[in-house]
């Protein structure tokens, strides 16, 4: 799936872009990446790029998506 198709904003374009993930989901809030197996790196790498390059985007995640090894970005 093209991440440029999607109706979402520049900065979730930007993000997926820098992160790069193999698995994904869009969402109508952003998007939902799947599939990892060092969480807390990921998840320490996705709030680092969105910093550095100061996006209106958050990290989002649960017990569920642990389950599955995933988290959400979502625009703010």
Not at 17 to 27: M, N
């Amino acid at each position: 799936m093209n991440i440029d198709n999607t109706y979402h904003n520049e900065d979730l374009r930007t993000f997926m872009k820098k992160f790069d993930p193999k698995k994904f989901k869009i969402t109508r809030a952003g998007v939902e990446i799947r599939g990892i197996k060092d969480m807390y790196r990921n998840l320490m790498h996705a709030r680092t790029i969105i910093s550095n390059l100061e996006l209106n985007l958050t990290v989002v995640h649960t017990a569920e998506m642990l389950s599955y090894g995933g988290f959400q970005v979502n625009t703010i």
